[in-house]
């Protein structure tokens, strides 16, 4: 089919589309973060006119640090070295002067002062520890200057909202230590950034710190900057401890998110890299909330709260460690519609789509304060805990959740299927909030063959199979709380809706199911990635799985690097779209999930080795939350997408999830069994351990070797009731 040429038209950006005028990669390399705090810096440790960009501290979604510049002598230092430790922890620049001159004379000849910056998250408060040495024979002076400045930017703001009115800053400078800049939003809300030096520099004003430095030979100083986030509705505290006390606290913090679940490592150091930073990636994301640990969906954009990517993160997580699905489970239960509400798109028993705090949010000038414009966000829900009981065998957990499961099985029904036709759809009722509310939530993402955007309500592929494998499981729970006749009633519906997915989605010439049904129930019969998360819910039938992987296997599809959202040739494909023929690693990890399933190893397998190949050509082996399609080329690194959240939760985990896929690892508390299902490790890998995989109060180390065509798993040790199990 020769794809349609369509105008461009502003009908098809969104309301919430996110503004690109530089790539946030190349403009802000370093990212930290800390619970509800987030910085990008540049590479020397920066904040230098981010303008409409993502650079800064953030917190709650409001920039509380916008410029932030180290100068000496008026100059730039020269970058020698700039990375983030592999926990994830601080950011390390290494930086020495340039060469000085006054009254054209050289007065500090280049790399005579090394300086060391190490800054990290605590607790609201970006911390920074400026060292410098004189590693010349002689006394040195200079003038060290740090200039700043906080413009209390909406996250919203910069993804290119427009605002009618702001509220106002103003600065003042207290004792000569500290600049606090106040922010009264229009919320009536106070936001202060209280930036404190120590010691005291020579100067201090609304903009910049002045330091004059005499260093003898070979002499050492430092400077402690801190800058806190705070605002009129958080209980304040004094920032105690310099630089050491928070330091230390930040460390065990880290300790603490990275000790959750098993480990892996591999005979591969390029491959171990990889894991261990996607390790560190979602101890970073995840953040402590009353109800359990939550990993945030990713910075910028992103760090809040999100139901798909939480509960997708800790379905691929689950095998490792099923505390982080417990803490989303708990975290979406507590934060259910109860009621309806219009602007917000939500409905009784409906499951949050994201949260936040910002400004804007408060007022309603975006409707994401508490937002439920996802129609994946419930099926998965209710998923998440039949997995999670699978797994941990946790049934006291499963009986306080039940009445939040009820309700999610409810709002299928009643809400998600309005039409009573069996499938769930979406249609936004809120004309402020999401046109599309899949996971692919761009406006133009479902499309007819001819490129006509499809009209409500609208009925995905996957969303279908999330609801048939939501029903399935929750049987088995209902069964399992003695609420039997509940349980046959599941069961059927779960078989009618996969008898009526066969017959409605499956398209035989594409040998593929189709994206989506329209607000008419026609088929929207373009080739999507959409089809291939299908699979990961068991709702298609063996043959159409092998179809289906095949011309996922593609070139149209498979771009060696990964499978594309939109196969090449589609009406609306784009290799450099956000959802029409990029590729995210979160997708691909389902679909080999869902290909394993069905026994096609080998399609997993290369889906595994094509991101993977991708991973060592990204800084830090960092998995971003997507990538253009430009088809694979020998010695070409495969491009990046200029606004990508990176880290992103649900792509940080994927290492893990492809891992399961090729070893066909399942846990199953109820027989006190880890199985593996013709176990095949891609090719990169000849040999892997697995310590401290848990099983109930059981726990084992692993190791898995390949051998020839099979791989072999061999018990290192184990610790009470638990077997392995291997089929081929």
């Not at 030096?197 to 430092?222: C, I, K, M, N, W």
């Not at 480990?263 to 359990?292: C, F, K, W, Y």
């Not at 070139?555 to 990029?582: C, E, I, K």
Request: with cysteine; hydrophobic share 40%.
């Amino acid at each position: 089919m020769e794809a349609k040429i369509l105008p461009y038209s502003p009908d098809d950006i969104s309301t919430f589309y996110i503004q690109a005028t530089e790539s946030i990669q190349q403009r802000w390399p370093r990212t930290l973060k800390q619970g509800d705090t987030f910085g990008l810096f540049d590479a020397l440790g920066d904040v230098i006119d981010p303008g409409m960009t993502p650079g800064g501290v953030f917190h709650n979604d409001t920039r509380y640090l916008s410029g932030m510049q180290l100068l000496i002598d008026g100059q730039r230092p020269l970058l020698l070295s700039s990375a983030v430790e592999n926990d994830n922890v601080v950011l390390t620049v290494d930086l020495s002067n340039p060469d000085i001159y006054q009254d054209n004379a050289l007065a500090l000849g280049r790399e005579t002062l090394h300086i060391r910056r190490s800054k990290f998250l605590w607790d609201g408060t970006c911390y920074e520890r400026i060292a410098i040495h004189n590693f010349d024979a002689r006394p040195q002076s200079c003038w060290l200057t740090l200039t700043f400045a906080a413009d209390f930017a909406d996250l919203f703001e910069i993804r290119g909202n427009q605002r009618p009115a702001r509220g106002e800053i103003t600065a003042s400078v207290i004792e000569g230590t500290k600049t606090i800049f106040r922010y009264i939003g229009l919320d009536a809300v106070e936001r202060c950034s209280e930036i404190c030096f120590d010691p005291p520099p020579e100067t201090l004003s609304s903009q910049q710190a002045v330091y004059h430095l005499q260093l003898q030979p070979g002499e050492r100083t430092a400077i402690i900057v801190n800058v806190r986030c705070t605002n009129s509705t958080q209980a304040r505290s004094d920032i105690t401890g310099g630089y050491s006390v928070p330091y230390r606290a930040a460390r065990r913090g880290a300790a603490r998110a990275c000790s959750l679940g098993g480990s892996v490592t591999s005979s591969n150091e390029l491959a171990n890299r990889m894991l261990h930073r996607a390790g560190a990636d979602i101890s970073m994301l995840i953040t402590d909330t009353p109800q359990g640990p939550y990993p945030y969906a990713g910075t910028p954009w992103f760090s809040t709260p999100f139901g798909r990517d939480g509960l997708i993160t800790a379905l691929q997580m689950l095998w490792l460690d099923p505390a982080l699905a417990k803490g989303v489970l708990q975290y979406l239960a507590a934060h259910q519609a109860t009621e309806l509400d219009e602007r917000a798109d939500a409905e009784p028993g409906k499951i949050l789509h994201e949260t936040r705090a910002c400004e804007m949010a408060v007022l309603g000038e975006v409707p994401f304060g508490h937002y439920y414009g996802s129609i994946d966000s419930t099926p998965l829900f209710v998923l998440l805990a039949a997995r999670y009981f699978e797994r941990t065998g946790d049934l006291p957990t499963i009986r306080a959740l039940w009445p939040n499961i009820e309700a999610a099985l409810t709002w299928i029904d009643r809400y998600g299927d309005q039409d009573g036709d069996g499938f769930v759809e979406y249609y936004r009722v809120s004309d402020n909030g999401l046109t599309n509310q899949g996971w692919k939530d761009s406006s133009d993402s479902v499309m007819h063959e001819d490129g006509t955007l499809a009209t409500g309500p609208i009925a995905l592929s996957e969303v279908q199979a999330y609801v048939f494998a939501a029903k399935h499981g929750a049987a088995l729970l209902a069964a399992r709380l003695g609420e039997n006749d509940k349980a046959s009633q599941l069961s059927e519906a779960a078989e009618k809706l996969r008898v009526q997915f066969e017959e409605k989605f499956w398209i035989e010439e594409l040998g593929a199911y189709a994206i989506a049904l329209d607000g008419a129930k026609r088929a929207c019969k373009v080739r999507s990635s959409n089809a291939g998360q299908v699979l990961f819910c068991g709702i298609a039938s063996p043959q159409r799985a092998q179809v289906l992987a095949d011309t996922l296997m593609t070139p149209q599809m498979f771009s060696g690097w990964g499978v594309r959202t939109l196969a090449t040739g589609a009406p609306r494909y784009n290799p450099m779209a956000y959802h029409n023929g990029s590729i995210w690693p979160h997708d691909n990890a389902l679909i080999a999930l869902g290909l394993s399933r069905y026994g096609l190893k080998r399609a997993a397998s290369t889906i595994f080795e094509g991101l993977f190949a991708a991973a060592t050509h990204m800084e830090f082996m960092r998995f971003p939350e997507l990538f253009c399609g430009f088809p694979r080329r020998r010695g070409v690194a495969p491009t990046s997408y200029p606004v990508a959240c990176s880290p992103q939760a649900w792509a940080s985990v994927v290492p893990f999830a492809l891992l399961q896929a090729c070893l066909g690892l399942e846990m199953c508390f109820a027989q006190r069994e880890i199985r593996f299902q013709n176990p095949q490790l891609p090719k990169f890998l000849e040999e892997i351990t697995i310590n401290d995989l848990t099983l109930g109060d059981a726990s084992v180390n692993l190791r898995l070797r390949r051998s020839g065509a099979n791989t072999e798993v061999t018990i290192v040790s184990k610790r009470g009731d638990i077997a392995i199990k291997i089929t081929q």
